[in-house]
């Protein structure tokens, strides 16, 4: 009998004899709804071409990873995401983490920061320091960052329409303490698009946007080299309730859109493009996550090479951060909170990310206690010491099952290409609200799912405790941190030389009237010491404020 023959014949017997001992009541698909085979056999990869799909690690089209090396060379960055309180609060937690072991800073801003108002706004009451460190101006950033060499570690900061001004005010605290901006690595999320589709922290109008991180994108080709400009980020689209392959779709198709945003302002792919990086959710489905992973490599490789001409291998290696799934996070039974981390954490690896926050098991409750952050550090650490994930290069290549997933996530992602390319591109799309409602139907779908009981969340519709209590330690924000905070950026209007902060703001305004990149002169307003919200006003009134129309 031939190999074929048998296979076939192998196969009739396994499909006549599956299910004759009984079947569970489970839905057997993905989390995100996806349909799942009863088994993954070689037929289901037929015509896989090696060098063309998967290629070996580091090389072209980097489905297997972006490194030859990958952990054996280098471990992944542990980036815990922190931010609370004051300056003051934050930095103390940043030598905290470093102390036990973090080897990458990661910034989480207050609300008033990530909008755009100081903290003695009116609109800023009640928030300042609550969900992030409130950040005012270049002197919060001077204390944040004390007794931290800005030149000897990297920082990502996660604000998206006040970027610019949140990097100068970085790169001005590093410029004070005599490190150079070729120095200074690191990555600001900048990722405006997402926020129109998913998070919903906007400023100015899209258009207007696109044109201060293409201003980003030039002069940090210039002067910053070590800075990664934009994160593109899926992350806040799947913790709105996407599913994985519209993760996957609609980040790529926003990094897409910086990519032809910076060359429709004749700036060189190859300069810029190897300074993009992505932000991906690692959600509870463990082999749908790899798959995505894979998948989100090799398309943005040949999208990068085949469509925008990338000449630079740099260009197309997609790196990426991940974050595990604070949405999949239970008020319920805390503590299973970190068994679930784990395992996203786990698929992280597995899929070949480059830098890794794990989220603390009171998240849902409150800001991570001290406690629960070093124990959502140490996760990371106990998969990169003791479970040997780290000896090969993407150990899940070849299998029927991941490599199938890999082709069905690039297959969804293009179809989503093409309705994105008939609705005019990613901001025609958003104003049609097309991401929006694509969004809202998978959650909903889900919740309807969860609801039924088809997708089980242990302790939430299933094994709950009767009378629960709840025995973790919850870290509080004193309120007092507002009033503190308040009298802080109020004491820098009234110390700093108001004269030259008025003049610098006033070019700021003469120089978004016309096209000059904008980031020298938001530099210059960081320098003496204008606040974020006065910058912010300054460009207000050039660029107007976006206003989401409703959509039905």
Known sequence: MSEKKGFEKGKRQYLDSFGKGGLLDVDFTTVSGASVEKLYASDDIDGLDYMDELGFPGQYPYTRGVYPSMYRGRLWTMRQFAGFGTAFDTNRRYHYLLDHGQTGLSVAFDMPTIMGYDSDHKRSEGEVGRCGVAIDSLRDMETLFDGIDLAGITTSMTINAPASILLAFYLSAGEKKGTSFEKMGGTIQNDILKEYIAQKSWIFPPEQSLRIITDILGFCSDHVPRWNTISISGYHIREAGSTAAQELAFTLADGFAYVEAGIAAGLDVDKFAPRLS?????HLDFFEEIAKYRAARRIWAKRMKEKYGAKDEKSMLLRFH????????????PENNIVRTAFQAMSAVLGGTQSLHTNSMDETLALPSEKAVRIALRTQQLIAE?????????????????????????????????????LGGVVKAIEQGFFQMEIGRAAYEYQKAVEAKRKIIIGVNALMVEGEKIDIPLLRIDPEVENHQVKAVRNVRAERDNDKAARELERLGTVASGSDNLMPVILDCARVYCTEGEIIEELKKVFGEYEEPIFL
């Open 278 to 282: 992505f932000f991906f959710n690692a």
């Open 322 to 333: 991940t974050q595990t799934a604070g949405c999949t996070l239970t008020a319920q039974q």
């Open 386 to 422: 003791e479970t040997g994930v780290i000896n090969t290069a993407d150990p899940l290549a070849g299998s029927y099952f991941v490599e199938s997933k890999t082709r069905e996530m690039e297959a969804k992602a293009e179809e989503y290409f093409t309705r994105i390319d008939e």
